[in-house]
């Protein structure tokens, strides 16, 4: 069976990356190019896509995709390699969303009972609970004398691994975001765990949709705007008080 390794472990796809396979296999290359034709900058240094396939932890290859060399074709390269060839963009698009496709729900793999740190942020707002270890109480930072009622946390944590992708728009939320109300965000969920395993992890939240049937939303796991079912800019609380036991 198929698992993610980084940026969390946790349960892939099961035919989502067998199809990818077959994709990278089926790639189709064309020119090779002379050194006297490449343009100044090939963009491997920072790649359009970078893949690393290993087999039986013994053999390995590395194709490395970087700029356009024209509107149909990219510049590619193997790692190790000083051959550059050219590689149709629009298996790429595909490819590159397939790819990015697997972190679109990837951030939110986390086990709730692995939190040891939730921060909120909304707008200028901002608090802080945190736990010392797994079956210690919650404490508010701004005052720890405060008593939290768990199960709201619990809660909470629970609505937001719920959250369903209904489709990414392929569109980087850091770069070009604040059309969705993502850069900067409306409000954000920080998160961090006491297993190593687990990366601290950000969830980033804009606009509603005007018909209130979903959020545009990222995280750091995946840079790009996703839609997600509900109105989780307004899930946010505005102030702890919801977590305080009545």
């Known amino acids: 069976r198929w698992f993610f390794d980084k940026p969390v472990p946790g349960k892939a796809s099961q035919q989502t990356v067998p199809s990818t396979l077959s994709w990278i296999k089926n790639l189709s290359f064309s020119t090779i190019m002379l050194p006297g034709e490449l343009p100044e900058n090939t963009g491997f240094d920072n790649p359009f896509v970078e893949i690393e396939i290993i087999k039986d932890g013994e053999w ?3 194709l490395i995709v970087g700029d ?11 790692k190790g390699d000083d051959t ?5 963009n629009e298996h790429l698009d595909m490819l590159r969303n397939k790819i990015t496709g697997f972190g679109a729900n990837l951030a939110l793999f986390f086990p709730g009972k692995n ?9 200028k707002s901002s608090f802080v609970f945190t736990r010392e270890t797994k079956d210690s109480k919650w404490v508010f930072e701004s005052d720890k004398q405060a008593v939290i009622d768990p199960g709201t946390i619990t809660d909470f944590l629970f609505k937001l691994r719920r959250a369903k992708n209904l489709g990414m728009l392929g569109i980087d939320a850091t770069v070009d975001g604040a059309q ?6 409306k409000s954000t969920v920080k998160l961090e765990f006491f297993s190593e395993k687990y990366m601290p992890v950000e969830f980033h939240y804009g606009k509603n949709d005007p018909k209130r049937e979903f959020t545009y939303y990222y995280s750091s796991v995946d840079p790009y705007v996703i839609k997600v079912e509900g109105m989780y800019s307004d899930f946010i609380p505005d102030s702890p008080d919801e977590f305080f036991k009545k």
């Open 60 to 62: 390995s290859e590395t």
């Open 68 to 78: 356009k060399a024209d509107e149909r074709l990219r510049l590619a390269t193997r």
């Open 84 to 88: 550059v060839f050219l590689i149709k």
């Open 115 to 123: 939190v040891k740190r939730m921060e909120l942020v909304k707008g």
């Open 180 to 185: 969705f109300g993502l850069n900067p965000p």
